[in-house]
């Protein structure tokens, strides 16, 4: 494995799907391309196709540059991209670019009706980047601990199970 694509979007799962992009690149002596896209404005009353906004534009690539620059510092070969456009066809289309082993990239779970109003990006890019994708969900997966279950605690048929619970 060559080359992770890590798909930074600043929400709350950025941080856990840079911590796997890492893992994965220190696991295979990988590098990590960061990107994110800035989405245009949306249209108001214009029939000139959207813009990107400059200062937002300008924003991320520092935020995703420090993000480089702490990769660096800890080993892993990184580097950072930042594009202009419709999120899903600009990413689409940069991943064809770069040609990435592995992409990780956050869910963000919204639920069946925005899916069906609005459409997903990560199902979009699970659907068409013919390249194996780690999903990381924006709700991390409650901790479990073993437990083991004794006969003056539990009926008979639940001794011993060891089930996992919720810790």
């Not at 600043?10 to 696991?27: E, G, I, P, Q, T």
């Given at each position: 494995?060559?080359?992770?694509?890590?798909?930074?979007?600043?929400?709350?799962?950025?941080?856990?799907?840079?911590?796997?992009?890492?893992?994965?690149?220190?696991?295979?002596?990988?590098?990590?391309?960061?990107?994110?896209?800035?989405?245009?404005?949306?249209?108001?009353?214009?029939?000139e196709p959207p813009a990107v906004p400059p200062d937002v534009f300008?924003?991320?690539?520092?935020?995703?540059?420090?993000?480089?620059?702490?990769?660096?510092?800890?080993?892993?070969?990184?580097?950072?991209?930042?594009?202009?456009?419709?999120?899903?066809?600009?990413l689409l289309e940069q991943i064809g670019s770069i040609d990435p082993?592995?992409?990780?990239?956050?869910?963000?779970?919204?639920?069946?009706?925005?899916?069906?109003?609005?459409?997903?990006?990560?199902?979009?890019?699970?659907?068409?980047?013919?390249?194996?994708?780690?999903?990381?969900?924006?709700?991390?997966?409650?901790?479990?601990?073993?437990?083991?279950?004794?006969?003056?605690?539990?009926?008979?048929?639940?001794?011993?199970?060891?089930?996992?619970?919720?810790?």
């Open positions: 494995m060559n080359t992770v694509l890590a798909l930074i979007d600043f929400s709350d799962v950025s941080s856990r799907v840079l911590d796997h992009a890492k893992s994965l690149a220190k696991a295979f002596d990988s590098e990590v391309v960061l990107m994110h896209v800035v989405p245009p404005e949306p249209l108001v009353v214009d029939f300008d924003a991320r690539q520092k935020e995703l540059s420090i993000m480089r620059n702490d990769l660096i510092e800890q080993g892993v070969h990184a580097s950072a991209e930042v594009h202009g456009g419709p999120l899903q066809e600009t082993d592995v992409i990780v990239m956050g869910s963000h779970g919204h639920g069946s009706l925005y899916h069906l109003i609005v459409g997903s990006v990560t199902e979009g890019i699970i659907r068409n980047a013919q390249r194996p994708v780690v999903i990381i969900p924006s709700v991390p997966a409650p901790q479990m601990r073993a437990v083991k279950v004794t006969q003056a605690e539990a009926p008979a048929e639940d001794v011993g199970l060891g089930v996992p619970l919720p810790a």
